[in-house]
């Protein structure tokens, strides 16, 4: 009789890949607390008007936590496939039903998560990506690509999807490089800035100007259009702000709707479900890798592996992050749209450079007997992954939304360190005291039910 998939239990879980996810819940914390009390349209977007210890949090958050943990969440997602695939293979039962009904209640989850609690949720993501990767792995599963059914083949996938923004990048750059001699550049530098004096003049007219706008008058449809879509980007961060500092619940949730309607069915590759089969999916492949191959599993035998990621990863992504970082932040980077290209693709290599180097170093530390009872308070927190991060949102939501604690803006960046600290500190301790007793956090327990259509049992 073939044996029914059931949950993981306890002690036949792999503790690095716990000890890295409760990891990862704390940089993702760092990060969201942040768009709780600002606008999600200036997502990404370091907040300028901060100084002193405020400017230096925002600045180190955006340094060495922004797109760095959500990476390594995406591995994580990706190696979890690889060890439930594994799993369904050695006990003969068919794996593809039962995943893609996983990925629906996740995707179910992530949508309740975005329309009642916070416009930033990153589980509808997992989901849609997750079923492009089942899709990928049982095509590879067929007679006709049978012969490319290994796990370096979906490294090499996974990798290429990931270099090839870069790649392009690299060739637009190159052209302009080639292209554009010192007088062209300095010639398009001089009427940025006369565009850019001119959207100034529109912005904050002052009796007297208008000869001088008469004179820029080649320049000014092109301010005009600039100050139309300025005034246009304002108008939906001042909705924002609006809908998250009154009182009611209800117009917050229809807010977070429309916004998730709007998102998941835009066009465009930064957006919706194009982004996910573009960036998320990626990293997913090389996290099944790392367990497919026997990499994570076995991690003592690939210790070279993980000291060159430590090394070359924090070296390269930390050199990569803060130059990319300084660039984006510097006011001559408004009139020249070369520079902020070349911020972008820097800070965005760093991100995945510096994704390497937390994981070699994590998994480096857990090999060793004092790094292993250093950080074992992580693995109640990673076991119970996705309760712990939803709380997050119901704990953010209570503290800044104006229908609850009305802090939203009231907080400013430093401050919010101190909140993450208290967070994971309860959450630190409320895990351990509830896996004590029962077997799975709550949504972990709701999702396994659900994915496999019977009650699991909760108590230990």
């Not at 967070?423 to 029962?438: E, H, P």
Request: aromatic share 12%; glycine share 8%; charged share 15%.
């Amino acid at each position: 009789m073939t044996q029914l998939l059931s949950p993981t239990q306890a002690n036949k879980r792999i503790d690095i890949l716990d000890i890295v996810r409760g990891f990862a819940l704390i940089g993702i914390l760092l990060m969201n607390i942040e768009w709780f009390s600002r606008p999600m349209a200036e997502l990404m977007q370091l907040d300028l008007a901060a100084t002193g210890a405020d400017y230096s949090a925002g600045w180190l958050v955006k340094t060495f936590v922004e797109g760095k943990f959500i990476k390594l969440f995406s591995l994580l997602f990706g190696m979890g496939f690889a060890l439930m695939l594994l799993k369904a293979k050695a006990v003969g039962r068919p794996f593809g039903a039962w995943f893609t009904r996983r990925m629906l209640v996740l995707l179910l989850f992530g949508f309740a998560h975005w329309v009642f609690l916070w416009g930033g949720d990153i589980l509808h993501g997992y989901a849609f990506a997750g079923l492009l990767l089942l899709a990928l792995v049982m095509a590879l599963g067929t007679k006709l690509l049978q012969r490319f059914n290994h796990p370096v083949t979906i490294l090499r996938i996974g990798l290429v999807m990931i270099c090839m923004p870069f790649a392009l990048s690299i060739f637009q750059e190159t052209k302009l490089g080639v292209t554009r001699d010192y007088m062209q550049t300095s010639s398009e530098w001089a009427q940025e800035e006369v565009i850019s004096s001119a959207v100034e003049m529109l912005r904050n007219p002052v009796e007297g100007d208008e000869r001088q706008l008469t004179s820029l008058y080649f320049a000014m449809s092109v301010a005009q259009q600039r100050l139309d879509d300025e005034k246009e980007a304002q108008a939906f961060v001042d909705l924002d702000r609006e809908i998250f500092t009154q009182g009611s619940y209800w117009k917050a949730t229809e807010f977070r709707l429309i916004e998730m309607l709007s998102y998941l069915t835009s066009p465009t590759l930064y957006t919706g479900i194009a982004y996910h089969a573009a960036f998320t999916l990626p990293l997913l492949l090389v996290g099944y890798w790392f367990i497919a191959s026997g990499v994570l599993r076995e991690p003592k035998k690939h210790r070279l592996l993980f000291k060159q990621m430590a090394f070359l990863g924090t070296s390269f992504g930390l050199i990569l992050n803060i130059v990319g970082v300084n660039l984006s932040v510097h006011p001559a980077i408004q009139n020249a749209d070369a520079i902020h290209e070349m911020a972008y693709t820097l800070s965005s290599l760093g991100q995945y450079a510096l994704t390497a180097g937390y994981l070699g170093l994590m998994v480096l530390a857990i090999q060793t007997d004092y790094g292993r009872r250093r950080l074992s308070w992580l693995v109640p927190m990673g076991q119970m992954a996705l309760t712990n991060y939803i709380m997050h949102s119901l704990i953010l939501a209570v503290i800044f939304h104006g229908y609850a604690g009305q802090m939203y803006g009231l907080i400013s960046r430093a401050p919010q360190m101190l909140i993450v600290v208290a967070i994971i500190l309860f959450q630190a301790i409320a895990s351990t005291l509830w896996l004590k007793k029962f077997r799975f956090g709550p949504l972990e327990w709701l999702w396994r039910s659900l994915t496999y259509l019977k009650v699991q049992p909760m108590q230990r």
